[in-house]
Structure formats: C-alpha cells, structure tokens
C-alpha cells in the first residue's frame, strides 16, 4: 500500500506523566491540541525540542524517543507507513533533522485536529 494507518488515538495526559515512543518500524506523527512540553529523540539526546499548542512532531521508523509536558496536555496522533511514507513525509518537510511541524496560518490548526480525529473515530468504530 502507499499509505497505511498502522494505529492511531487521542489522548489527555496528566503533568508530569513522561511518555516513551519506540519506532516499531513506522512513522508517528503526533498534534499538540493544547499544552507543552518538551521532546527529545535518542539519536540526538542532548537536541531538546520545545513543544507547544498546536504545533506536531514526527518520530522516525528507526528513532526512539521521550516527550515529557510541562503540564496537563491533548493529544492525536497516528502512526503511519507504507511505499510512499518517506515521500509524503519529506513533502510535509519534516525528517530527522527538523521534527517539528508548525502550521502555515493558525487557522489551520482546527482543520488537523477534526481530520486527524475523524481518522481515529473511523479507526475505532471499525474495531
């Protein structure tokens, strides 16, 4: 396939609840609907990324990593793979190097939040 939705999910976590992502082979894109924190990835684990409300972050096929909020935070996120991931990835400029996605006006922050929770309601009514 091009483009495989793997798993996916929405979540509210609580301050200080420090979160570990091993790769398992696939891409993780995840959206801060509100909160910060901090990301760091094990490849580069003096590199910390701050992270904010409506901002996402892209966690590798061979990356590990650990984001730890600041306080209580919202969530999507999904991870994805397939024949086409790397390039749809790359298109959406991010990569090892740059992680971090930020939106091109605010205003699309609503617009990714709903599509990425339409994909996890379609996901778990499907289960």
Known sequence: M??????????KRCPLQI?????????????????RGVLRIEKEPSCLHALSEKT?????????????PDGEWEYVWVEFGGLRAK???????????????????PEYGETL??????IVRSQN???
């Open 2 to 11: 091009d483009l495989s939705i793997y798993r996916c999910g929405y979540e």
């Open 19 to 35: 979160k570990q992502y091993e790769s398992g082979g696939h891409y993780l894109f995840c959206y801060i609907i509100s909160g």
């Open 56 to 68: 996402g972050f892209l966690i590798g096929p061979e990356e590990n990593s650990e984001v730890s």
């Open 87 to 105: 390039e749809c990835v790359e298109l959406a400029g991010l990569s090892h190097k740059t992680p971090l996605y930020h939106l091109a006006a």
């Open 113 to 118: 939040k709903e599509r990425m929770l339409a």
């Open 125 to 127: 009514a499907s289960n």
